[in-house]
């Protein structure tokens, strides 16, 4: 094992970096775009509605894998050619955002509907209203189970090896073919995982107990 | 001048016809309390006037707008129409004095520094000036609910709604809204109407008392006929006698 950290130090640390820069960008934008369809589907205007409800139960009940390869495959056929760690990264974005957007909607519905209707009665517009009132109360419900979709975000993150992302899994892969010592290669691969996932864990562990 | 005009309005709930033919006016500065047993539309009718709930049929005019037109522009009414919910509905993300700021701010752009002095000023009128850095949570029911017609006194409205302000209370608590409210009500520009049944209340400050089941008004008497004198509808008589002996 600390042969594989040896001699293929640099490939671990760049399948290192590129894992954690897609989780990152992933998760950024998992995050805006999953509150966008949450907010749509709460919305009175039911054009929105219709629109995220179709967005979020096509993306959640499609394979990440498939819907990678639909991006890296599909895209560059009409629009233009992007690379594996694009491919993955979008895929993985718009995959958990559909995630997102179910735990978001569902806290929202969890906020009292007395705090909207005190809001609109005080004059604040629906946005309004949502913004300073619901949305804040909403994300303090949803830390929990928001924290479970970002680890299952970086380790779903290994999607990017299917597509020549350089990620850690794929540097597993080829440090594995490499050294043909297979099992070390992938107890070292776990550990980097365990190294973004477990202070994430216990970040949002912090962030609940904080807030609650 | 009124303040507040029925005309002709019906509301369904589907099938269900929660407010049936309802003709009423409330002049500006007036106090209005509205009873009946639970289920005779006096919630419904008093969620109307600021839109939170719509009405199907008949004229609707509150400060002067039609709320049955689909133009008229909500927003603008409940500027000048507050309420004051049975469960107070406090922002429980925000603190007392920030429950009281928002809307001013986002509604009405009112200047910090004004807009601050006078949520202090509203606070002193109900009596809890020393609240102001709380969270809604850390407060008792009957100062919640007198925080809650602070946030709707500072908007400066031209008239207040209150749902059953003091039936989710214990109590020992009652008493203090209700003073708040009489303050309020004394104040001869401001148009009230109440869902309550505090006689107490009723008897010492309303001009009228109306009487509602299902979905209708049965009765629409000044205070003086419809306490001392007798309500001429019998179902009002027999809901008087319950309540006033409790």
Redesign the interface.
């Known amino acids: 094992m600390i042969a594989i950290f040896h001699n293929y130090g640099s490939l671990l640390l760049q399948g290192f970096g590129q894992t954690l820069l897609c989780s990152v960008i992933a998760l950024i934008f998992s995050l805006i775009i999953g509150s966008m369809f949450a907010i749509f589907e709460t919305t009175p205007i039911k054009f929105l509605r219709v629109i995220a409800r179709i967005y979020i139960e096509v993306f959640r009940n499609i394979p990440l894998l498939v819907i990678t390869m639909f991006f890296f495959v599909v895209i560059p056929m009409f629009i233009a050619k992007i690379n594996g760690f694009t491919a993955g990264t979008i895929g993985l974005t718009i995959y958990t955002s559909a995630f997102i957007a179910e735990t978001v909607r569902s806290g929202i519905n969890s906020v009292d509907p007395g705090q909207m209707e005190g809001a609109r009665a005080n004059g604040l517009s629906w946005w309004q209203a949502m913004r300073h009132i619901v949305l804040p109360q909403a994300f303090r419900y949803v830390i929990p189970p928001l924290g479970n979709q970002f680890i299952n975000l970086v380790k779903n993150s290994s999607v990017l090896a299917f597509v020549a992302g350089f990620d850690l899994m794929y540097q597993g892969n080829v440090i594995a073919s490499d050294s043909l010592n297979t099992m070390s290669t992938y107890i070292c691969i776990g550990i980097l995982y365990l190294i973004i996932t477990l202070p994430l864990s216990y970040w949002m562990r912090y962030l609940e107990k904080k807030l609650a | 001048m009124s303040m507040i005009e029925f005309h002709d309005v019906q509301k369904y709930y589907g099938d269900f016809h929660a407010l049936h033919d309802i003709n009423l006016t409330i002049d500006a500065g007036e106090t209005v309390v509205l009873i009946g047993p639970s289920g005779s539309g006096k919630s419904t009718l008093i969620r109307t006037i600021?839109g939170?709930e719509r009405i199907q049929e008949g004229k609707l005019i509150v400060n002067g707008q039609d709320l049955a037109d689909k133009k008229t522009d909500m927003?603008r009414i409940?500027?000048n129409v507050?309420?004051v919910?049975q469960?107070?509905?406090?922002?429980?993300?925000?603190t007392i004095l920030e429950n009281i700021m928002?809307?001013p701010r986002?509604?009405?752009k009112r200047p910090e520094e004004e807009n601050k002095k006078i949520a202090m000023d509203m606070l002193d009128r109900v009596g809890l000036a020393d609240q102001a850095p709380k969270m809604p949570s850390q407060l008792s029911g009957g100062q919640q609910q007198r925080i809650?017609i602070a946030?709707?006194l500072a908007?400066r409205p031209k008239a207040l709604l209150f749902d059953e302000p003091t039936s989710a209370l214990d109590p020992e608590m009652i008493d203090d809204v209700l003073n708040v409210m009489k303050d309020i009500a004394r104040d001869s520009s401001m148009t009230m109407l109440v869902v309550t049944h505090e006689m107490g209340f009723a008897r010492e400050v309303a001009n009228r008392v109306i009487f509602m089941a299902d979905g209708r008004i049965l009765e629409d008497d000044t205070k003086e006929k419809f306490f001392d004198g007798q309500p001429s509808n019998e179902r009002a008589r027999q809901f008087l006698s319950k309540i006033i002996t409790h």
């Open positions: 600021n939170l927003n409940r500027k507050g309420m919910f469960h107070f509905n406090l922002y429980a993300n925000k928002l809307a986002l509604v009405l809650a946030r709707s908007m």
